[in-house]
Antibody
Framework: EVLLVESGGGLVQPGRSLRLSCAASGFTFADYAMHWVRQVPGRGLEWVSGINWNSDHTEYADSVKGRFTISRDNAKSSLYLQMNSLRPDDTALYYC??????????????????WGQGTLVTVSS | DIQMTQSPSSLSASVGDRVTITCRASQSISSYLIWYQQKPGRAPKFLIYDATSLRSGAPSRFSGSGYGTDFTLTISSLQPEDFGTYYCQQSYSIPLTFGGGTKVEIK
């Protein structure tokens, strides 16, 4: 069974940093692109960032570009999101999600299956 | 960015009803359209990919149609377990974008 478990969320002050992690199991992590998607509780979904299987290609939403960095460690089957200069509007539940396509060439043609349970990030003073 | 607009934003229907949710893209996305179902307190789960292909194991009462800019998710006979919020997502280009969601309630 594919399992994605996020961690690292919490309460942080505006301007500070936080690093999210996603531990993957049940599949060959190194073969799949991975993404972060966030959701303000009770609101809609926003794609945040994606990374291809060998870290050659990363993409970001404009709202986080220059502040967030996605990375992965295939040896540890782990995905990360380094979030700097956090703002109150970054408050959301952050989901880690797997691409369904092995060795996806273009992460811009991706969708998400499955998703983790999410980790809540609250940015507030 | 490609904007995805869903309608209605919410609906209430009876068990056995046929339910239709629409999703419109701000530009043509070919058939690069995904549908997800989200239950309260749970992560989304994808239902349909490439606009019309049903996820393996998903109930056959769910179907998708459309191409270009206009897409539809249909539940042919609504069941009690179908409550939740449904989202469309375009997988045509970065940034990957979602519709605002349609909340389905059972009368």
């Amino acid at each position: 069974e594919v399992l994605l478990v996020e961690s690292g969320g919490g309460l942080v002050q505006p301007g500070r940093s936080l690093r999210l992690s996603c531990a993957a199991s049940g599949f060959t992590f190194a073969d799949y692109a991975m993404h972060w998607v966030r959701q303000v509780p009770g609101r809609g979904l926003e794609w945040v960032s994606g990374i291809n299987w060998n870290s050659d290609h990363t993409e970001y939403a404009d709202s986080v570009k220059g502040r967030f960095t996605i990375s992965r460690d295939n040896a540890k089957s782990s995905l990360y999101l380094q979030m700097n200069s956090l703002r109150p509007d970054d408050t959301a539940l952050y989901y880690c999600a797997k691409s369904p396509t092995i060795f996806a060439v273009n992460i811009g043609r991706d969708w998400f299956d499955p998703w983790g349970q999410g980790t809540l990030v609250t940015v507030s003073s | 960015d490609i904007q995805m607009t869903q309608s209605p934003s919410s609906l209430s229907a009876s068990v056995g009803d046929r339910v239709t949710i629409t999703c419109r893209a701000s530009q043509s996305i070919s058939s690069y359209l995904i549908w997800y179902q989200q239950k309260p307190g749970r992560a989304p789960k994808f239902l349909i990919y490439d606009a019309t292909s049903l996820r393996s194991g998903a109930p056959s009462r769910f179907s998708g149609s459309g191409y270009g800019t206009d897409f539809t998710l249909t539940i042919s006979s609504l069941q009690p377990e179908d409550f939740g919020t449904y989202y469309c997502q375009q997988s045509y280009s970065i940034p990957l974008t979602f519709g605002g969601g349609t909340k389905v309630e059972i009368k």
